[in-house]
């Protein structure tokens, strides 16, 4: 759930020209995750109680709640940028009201 929520926010509030780069960093997490996690959770078990590892968890959402909050640009009520550019679609519905069709 975490990856579609992730390219909903790219594509709602990052630039065009830094989508790519974007999805790219929010890809990574789920591919070095597999690889990552079963070490560090070893790491933690060897020392501490198997209980412990959800309070290890505690400042880490901390920290991701509020870099959230603080770097995803707000938009006002009824702005939005995401799909309705996404394939130029807003493009092609101006060309035609210029048009006249």
Do not use: D, Y
């Not at 065009?16 to 890809?27: A, D, P, Q, Y």
């Not at 505690?58 to 770097?71: E, K, Q, R, Y």
Request: proline share 7%; charged share 15%.
């Amino acid at each position: 759930m975490a990856l579609p929520l992730a390219m909903h926010i790219i594509l709602e509030h990052v630039p065009l020209e830094r989508r790519g780069f974007m999805v790219g960093v929010s890809t990574m997490t789920p591919c070095f995750a597999p690889a990552i996690g079963p070490t560090h959770g070893g790491v933690i078990l060897h020392e501490f109680n198997w209980n412990q590892i959800f309070l290890f968890l505690v400042p880490v959402l901390a920290c991701s709640f509020v870099t959230g909050i603080v770097s995803i640009p707000q938009h006002r009520i009824g702005q939005r940028n995401g799909f309705k550019n996404l394939f130029g679609m807003q493009k092609i519905k101006e060309r035609r009201k210029s048009i006249g069709n």
